[in-house]
């Protein structure tokens, strides 16, 4: 159970809850509330599916390609501690853009940008192969699926608060929500390579 819980905090920050709720918002900037909410399902959905496929097979990816899991820590660290200084040094460009014409369709940004790859991006698929790695067999597939679950079900609920109540939100909120979680993602990074470092170390590659 403690390994759910903490990897359901790694997951659901990874996920960057500030910057998705930000680009929701921008993207949506000319639907009703209803649609910001379906949008947002869906792109959770697809997300959840990719990272319960990733989880799945993680382990298996390591044997076919060879790659020792302390050599995927150091460079897993490493990457999330690049997307969390992008986060933290990245100029906020949320606002919506085109206010011309009729809305698009949600699916035409549901499944790309805002699932793939804002919410299930690089951080976070890196996250979960790592996260395989440390918990194998079928328990560990299905310990690593629910912390998925919880966190990606976490951020539905914020996108769906939010969606309800997009005209009460600062922009200067949401900026501060991203730089924040930006910092935690480089602590994660951080803590993610120094481990990977410790065990290269001591086993080699």
């Known amino acids: 159970m403690a390994h759910v819980v903490d990897n359901f905090l790694k997951l659901f920050f990874i996920s960057s809850p500030a910057s998705a709720i930000a680009i929701l918002l921008a993207l ?27 989880a799945c097979v993680g382990p298996l990816f390591f044997q076919f390609f060879g790659i020792s899991l ?53 951080g976070m698929i890196s996250t979960v192969f790592l996260l395989g790695g440390d918990l194998p067999g079928v328990f560990g597939a299905l310990s690593l699926c629910l912390s998925i679950l919880l966190a990606l079900g976490s951020l539905l609920v914020c996108l769906g608060i939010c969606a309800k109540c997009a005209e009460r939100i600062p922009p200067f909120v949401l900026t501060l929500a991203t730089k924040l979680t930006g910092i935690y993602i480089v602590a994660i990074g951080m803590l993610t390579f120094c481990g990977g470092l410790a065990l290269f170390l001591e086993r080699g590659c």
């Not at 900037?29 to 959840?48: F, K, L, P, Y």
């Not at 206010?99 to 940008?113: E, L, Q, R």
């Open 70 to 122: 302390q050599a995927f820590k150091v460079a897993g660290g490493l990457f999330l501690v690049y997307i969390g200084m992008a986060t933290v040094f990245s100029e906020s460009d949320a606002g919506p853009s085109g206010s011309d014409g009729p809305p698009p369709g949600i699916m035409s940004f549901a499944i790309t940008p805002l699932a793939v790859p804002l919410i299930c991006g690089p």
């Open 28 to 54: 949506t900037a000319r639907h009703s509330t209803g649609q910001r909410i379906r949008a947002a399902a869906i792109a959770c959905i697809v997300a959840i599916c990719v990272l319960f496929c990733i």
